[in-house]
């Protein structure tokens, strides 16, 4: 069982915006502002997407936004497009566990 | 640019050891945790533990203490994931991770290395 929550599965069509959440803890999400997402294609390695809550690494594109209330974080998708398929997991900071660091389960986006 | 280049696909049997490694260049390898995460097939990622270079203290997921070893090399900047013993269970894809400054998530991965064990 992941430390942080995400739905199985969600769907959007092209063009439209999709929001994927991510519930946690007030030892994670809602203590600390080191939330990330990640976006993983078959076959491939992840790739940050969102770092600190809502920062965007160089070369990501500005669709990708993120946000934060209370234990819950979320990754919203504007513009949908067919590449943006992929599994998406969200990370968190956490002070309970010396490990410091969670994953949530993942989030399989599906661009129908 | 930084880079974390894992060492290549392993197919082992049940009872054999293994070490696999993760070579990192562009940044300075004793600043910065670096960790192993671990993917099942069709399942998620799994923090198994991490590693800090500058002062090689390690921490471990309580799922994966005492069933793997963590180490690093600052003369080579390479960090290692290693097993004295595989286990079928233990057929997934291993990723080396950097985590960002301070408490930040990863923000480097490497590519991934496969281990197949299987009799």
């Known amino acids: 069982q992941s430390a942080l929550t995400q739905p199985a599965s969600v769907s959007g069509s092209p063009g439209q915006s999709i929001t994927i959440s991510c519930t946690g803890t007030t030892s994670d999400i809602g203590s600390f502002t080191y939330v990330s997402w990640y976006q993983q294609h078959p076959g491939k390695a992840p790739k940050l997407m969102i770092y600190?809550?809502?920062s965007r690494p160089s070369g990501v594109s500005d669709r990708f936004s993120g946000s934060k209330s209370g234990n819950t974080a979320s990754l919203t998708i504007s513009g949908l497009q067919t590449e943006d398929e992929a599994d998406y997991y969200c990370s968190s900071y956490t002070s309970s566990t010396k490990l410091g660091c969670v994953f949530g389960g993942g989030t399989k986006l599906t661009v129908l | 640019e930084v880079q974390l280049m894992q060492s290549g696909a392993e197919v082992k049997k049940p009872g054999e050891s293994l070490r696999i490694s993760c070579q990192v260049s562009g940044y300075t390898f004793n600043n910065y945790w670096i960790g192993w995460v671990r993917q099942m097939p069709g399942k998620g990622l799994e923090w198994m533990g991490i590693i800090y270079p500058g002062d090689f203290d390690t921490r471990y997921s309580p799922s994966f203490l005492g069933q793997v070893t963590i180490s690093a090399d600052r003369s080579t900047t390479t960090a290692y994931l290693q097993w004295s013993s595989l286990k079928a269970s233990d057929t997934a894809i291993y990723y080396c991770?950097?985590?960002?400054?301070?408490?930040?998530?990863?923000?480097?991965w490497g590519q991934g290395t496969l281990v197949t064990v299987s009799s």
């Open positions: 600190d809550v809502n």
């Open positions: 991770a950097r985590h960002g400054s301070g408490r930040r998530g990863v923000d480097y």
